[in-house]
């Protein structure tokens, strides 16, 4: 009897085994046509590009000639100024700029409506119309300076170091409204309780700054610097838009460097100029992988 039992439930078994195998062959076959054009865009768009340009600048010969350059060189020097300068200031600011917002006041909430309006803006649209501002001939900036000193403004675009300094600036007007949400969630995670104990035992506004507020945000912190670095590095619009890397390529950057290659029909160095930023991107990379995975 028992035997007869199991050999009938293997049996009904057999069929139901065999329809969920076909469901999920079914699955399994549907879920491939549908990821197929996403990897066919994938290797398309992402893949092919980096391995050709890989590929491109395999040549030892690229990169002494690019080292030749002293185009290159200048623009290494403006990419590390526009680093160190920008990363450090914008982060400061929109740590401060980040205790400002957290007040609870309805002005300052309207304040920040306005104060997010440059990173939710088009970069294009809006730098080159500073660039057009900046104008040292008809640009509304000098003709201001103009109508009150009766003195010809500064050429803004026509020096170098102007030029990078404001590209510099640019960048962090746009780039600054975002980090500041990011370190203004970052405070809004700390508990009052922590604040109220502080100042019922007579703690300043800097002591409670130094030991309650920065121990909290001191990872956030670092993080976001290490991420601004790379988004830094790559920022192709403030610099590209506003002095296209002039005058006489004197303030290019290594994000904008390679589209005066590709102008001179060098492709090589254009990729040279590029794979030569990655022992810089590449430890970052690993090390935020490490954080982020913790």
């Known amino acids: 009897m028992a035997s007869t039992l199991t050999a009938s439930a293997d049996e009904a078994g057999i069929p139901v085994a065999a329809s969920a195998a076909s469901r999920l062959a079914s699955w399994q076959t549907w879920g491939a046509i549908l990821l197929t054009p996403y990897l066919l865009v994938f290797f398309v768009f992402v893949l092919y590009p980096v391995a050709y340009g890989f590929w491109l600048g395999h040549n030892p010969e690229s990169y002494v000639e690019l080292f030749e350059d002293p185009i290159f060189i200048g623009a290494v020097v403006n990419t590390a100024i526009f680093l160190i300068v920008g990363i450090n200031i914008k982060m400061v600011i929109a740590l401060l700029l980040s205790g400002f917002f957290a007040i609870p006041r309805w002005w300052i909430r309207s304040l920040g409506l306005l104060f997010i309006i440059p990173w939710a803006v088009p970069s294009i649209p809006t730098i080159l119309s500073l660039r057009f501002m900046l104008n040292p001939e008809w640009g509304v900036i000098n003709q201001v300076i103009y109508n009150l000193t009766f003195e010809d403004g500064p050429n803004w675009l026509n020096d170098p170091s102007l030029g990078l300094t404001l590209a ?8 600054l409204p975002f980090w500041t949400l990011i370190l203004l969630s970052g405070r ?3 508990s009052k309780e922590m604040y109220e104990a502080a100042a019922i035992d007579g703690a300043t506004a800097p002591q409670r700054f130094w030991h309650i ?8 912190y670092l993080t976001c610097t290490i991420l601004s670095m790379f988004f830094t590095l790559g920022d192709f619009n403030s610099v590209y838009l506003l002095t296209g890397g002039g005058p006489a390529d004197l ?7 390679g589209i005066r290659y590709i102008r001179l029909d060098r492709v090589d ?7 030569v930023a990655l022992p810089l991107m590449l430890p970052l990379m690993i090390f935020m992988m490490r954080r982020l995975s913790r």
């Open 188 to 190: 809004l995670a700390i």
């Open 251 to 257: 303030t290019h950057v290594l994000a904008t460097l």
């Open 269 to 275: 160095l254009a990729m040279a100029s590029i794979i």
């Open 213 to 220: 507020t920065w121990p909290s945000m001191r990872q956030l």
């Open 168 to 175: 510099i600036t640019v960048h962090i007007w746009k780039s």
